[in-house]
Every structure is written in structure tokens, then in C-alpha cells.
């Protein structure tokens, strides 16, 4: 109840500049993906609590009201740190700020008894999952506590001559705009292309162990895009890929979670 009552009420979260995981493609994306892969049983019961729409309908919900007065406290959720051996511990939450995998487990363990909770609360913490998941998988939302990650690069498309970027907006969404042009469904369909087996093995764990797979895979980003390196078509052939393949774990996850709450 404590638990419960801290997730839906809590106020007084500090907070600072905003910064937004993956964009509206990369979110609805992962959500889509979700959606193929949940159950029939889980999916309408989803549904029901968010007013009849689908799990893309809310997936950016999460940035749209992180500054408002009701929500401000959820801020500082949606970037996850990770030590030296790029595993998350509870000694790195900030009691103040919360983090991604802090709000997760949180909204996880109340939608655990969701048969007992108002539906207004059901739905609020389904937007929760759905956001979160995608957050803690976007490569400059894994704060690395081994790296310097506030700085500039030159960035540069076949549209555009180098210009300065902060290296986070890049990441979150620089790399998907300049390079895929499809619809949300598109390219759920392009990304959501392998076998149960592989599905499966992408799903397993908890949120802490994904956590960890994220941070180990997206640690190269540190070599491909240094302070004031210009980037250009050699960098997006190697980050597109390293994106794509993010935005699909956090889809089969996103599934898994919801289909282990709702099925």
C-alpha cells in the first residue's frame, strides 16, 4: 500500500532540463511491436483500461506530461544509471529523482494486483510500463557513471552540412529521422521478423538484467561519437543497426511484462 500510495500521489521530485528517449517514432515503434506480440487475453484487457485504445496510442505519453504539476515527481524517470560493471544498484537511485528502472519495478508491482486498483490507477501505471521500457533501452538514456556524456558533436546527413548537436538528441532521435522514413507499422513489421525461440530468449530476465544487456551493447556509442567528432554516413551505418536492434528487445520485453500482468 505504501508502495501504491508513493507511486500515485507522491509530489516534490526535483527535477532538471528535459530529456526525451527515442522520439515519437522510436516509442511507437517499440510499442507497436509490443502490441503484435501480446496475447489476445492480454491485449483486450489492456485496452479496456486505457479507454479502448492501444498500447501506441500511450506510448509517448509519458514526455508529454512529465512536466506538468500532477506528473512533475516522474521527471527524473526516464533515464536508468548503471555502475562500473554496467549493472544497475539500488545504490544509485537518487531518492529525489527516481530513474527508469526505479519507476518500473514500482509500476510493475502495483499493476501485479491490478483487479484491486481503480481504473484510472491501472491505466496511469500501463503508461508508466510502456514508456519506461523503451527509455532504459535508448542508448543516451543508460547513465554510465564511467563516462562523460554531456557534450557536442557535428552531426551531418545527405540534407544538411555538420551542425552542432548535443550528443543525446543524436541518439534520441537525429539517427532515426535522417535515416528511416517509414510508418510506425512499417517498420514494426520490418524489426518484428524473428522466431518464437529468439523472442523468447530476447524477453528473459527482469528489467535489471535487460538493463544490463542495454549498457553492454551501447557502450560503443562512446567510441563511434567522441566530443566534437563530425558524424557522417559511416557513423548512421553503424548506429542505425544498434538502434533498430534496441527498439526491438524493448518491444519483445514491453510484450512479456504485459503479457506475464494481463494474460
Known sequence: MKKLLLLLLCAGFLHTGPVFGWGREGH???????????????????????????????????????????????????TAPVDAGLRYADELLNPKRGNAVYGLELA???????????????AVNLKYVIHLVGDMHCPAHIKYTTHD???????????????????????????????????????????????????QAIAAGTPRDWLHDAAVCCEVQFE?????????????????????????????????????LFD
Open 28 to 78: 511507437e515503434t517499440i510499442a507497436k511491436i509490443a502490441e503484435r506480440n501480446l496475447t489476445k487475453k492480454a491485449k483486450k484487457r489492456i485496452e479496456k483500461y486505457l479507454g479502448g485504445h492501444s498500447v501506441v496510442y500511450y506510448a509517448k505519453w509519458m514526455d508529454e506530461y512529465r512536466k506538468t504539476p500532477e506528473y512533475a515527481f516522474t521527471d527524473g524517470w526516464h
Open 108 to 122: 510493475v508491482e502495483n499493476l501485479k494486483n491490478y483487479r484491486s486498483l481503480t481504473d484510472s490507477a491501472v
Open 149 to 199: 556524456m554531456k557534450y557536442d558533436v557535428l552531426f551531418e546527413d545527405k540534407y544538411h552540412k555538420p551542425h552542432k548537436f548535443y550528443v543525446h538528441s543524436v541518439w534520441d532521435n537525429e539517427i532515426i529521422t535522417t535515416t528511416r522514413i517509414w510508418s510506425v507499422s512499417e517498420w514494426a513489421d520490418e524489426l518484428d521478423r524473428v522466431s518464437k525461440a529468439e523472442r
Open 224 to 260: 563511434w561519437a567522441k566530443p566534437d567528432q563530425q558524424l557522417g554516413q559511416d557513423f548512421l551505418n553503424k548506429a542505425l543497426p544498434l538502434v533498430e536492434s534496441q527498439i526491438q528487445k524493448a518491444g519483445y520485453r514491453l510484450a512479456r511484462i504485459l503479457n506475464d
